[in-house]
């Protein structure tokens, strides 16, 4: 009885290990995982795969979008009325589209500022301003994503904290990381580095 119970442990225990890419990696060396390239993760969605599934390529792998709770939904939707008309003529604002930052991430931002373009053929590869507002999402949004924009050569990437009340401000990408970060709350206002004079208080769309 304790030996099966043991095997079963240690069954449990090789499941645990490959919880992780990291870990799983780790488990098949020298053989290599295979991630997915961003074409061949565009290829399967014209296919009509994921219809379903709100998910997003970040690193080669397919991952779970957060569900969009109400106060995570109004907060794009107070952002997007603050940021569009000002910008008219001058910069398009997307929402929750795909943003084409490198060969094996397609990460969708719940809000990007973008150059003025035609992306009915592609995804615009950078942008002027990215924006993610996270409930749940703040370990993925700091240490993955931020190095994903960081490297596409967004100037200027916000972290819209829910819980906290506070927006993390990420500037002046080097080598694939941003290298000042700050934090603004209720009473700043905020000046996007790329968008001249346009001016966004904090208290107008983080309540």
């Known amino acids: 009885m304790a030996v099966g119970g043991a095997a079963r442990t240690g069954?449990?225990?090789i499941v645990g290990?490959?919880?992780s890419a990291g870990q799983l990696a780790d488990l098949v060396a020298p053989e290599r995982l295979r991630l997915l390239r961003r074409v061949e993760f565009e290829h399967m969605v014209n296919q009509g795969l994921f219809r379903d599934e709100r998910i997003e390529l970040l690193r080669g792998q397919l991952v779970e979008?957060?569900?969009q709770h109400p106060p995570h939904a109004g907060t794009i939707q107070r952002l997007n009325t603050l940021l569009a008309p000002p910008l008219a003529g001058r910069a398009e604002v997307r929402i929750q589209l795909p943003l084409a930052v490198s060969d094996d991430s397609l990460p969708e931002p719940d809000v990007a500022v973008v150059s003025p373009g035609d992306y009915r053929r592609a995804?615009?590869?950078t942008a002027l301003l990215v924006i993610e507002v996270a409930e749940t999402?703040?370990?993925k949004d700091r240490a993955v994503k931020a190095a994903l924009y960081a490297a596409a050569g967004v100037p200027e990437y916000w972290i819209v904290d829910l819980p906290g009340a506070?927006?993390?401000?990420y500037v002046a990408p080097v080598q694939g990381r941003y290298t000042r970060r700050t934090a603004a709350r209720s009473g700043d206002?905020?000046?996007p580095v790329a968008l001249g004079d346009l001016d966004v208080r904090v208290a107008d769309f983080l309540g």
């Open 11 to 13: 069954a449990h225990a």
């Open 17 to 19: 290990d490959m919880s």
């Open 65 to 67: 979008m957060s569900p």
């Open 123 to 125: 995804h615009p590869t």
């Open 137 to 139: 999402s703040l370990n």
């Open 166 to 169: 506070s927006v993390d401000v």
């Open 189 to 191: 206002v905020l000046r």
